[in-house]
Nanobody
């Protein structure tokens, strides 16, 4: 069982940056593929980015070139660096352990002037 605790997020102007963190505990973090999802009001939850155990990454087309997912296995933490944020990035962001139903608690990101 893996417990996930998120931090970061908040309100930022268009073009700004934020970094989300997701700290894992309770199991062998380095053995898991990790992902960041987001859910905007009235929309389905979607996968934004993922990172494998050997740090291969994948991104949704909507965030390619702007978002970067990374992991620090020594700190049991996965990050999502979000640059050049747009109003359409506004959503609740969740981290998740692939292959399980272990989700973080969710973090609100609001991009607005």
């Amino acid at each position: 069982q893996v417990q996930l605790v998120q931090s970061g997020g908040g309100l930022v102007q268009p073009g700004g940056s934020l970094r989300l963190s997701c700290a894992a505990s309770g199991s062998i973090f380095s053995s898991y593929i990790m992902g960041w999802y987001r859910q905007a009001p009235g929309k389905q939850r979607e996968l934004v980015a993922s990172i494998t155990t050997d740090r291969s990454t994948n991104y949704a087309d909507s965030v390619k070139g702007r978002f970067t997912i990374s992991r620090d296995n020594a700190k049991n933490t996965v990050y999502l660096q979000m640059n050049n944020l747009k109003p359409e990035d506004t959503a609740v962001y969740y981290c998740k352990v692939f292959g399980t139903q272990n989700w973080g608690q969710g973090t609100q990101v609001t991009v607005s002037s």
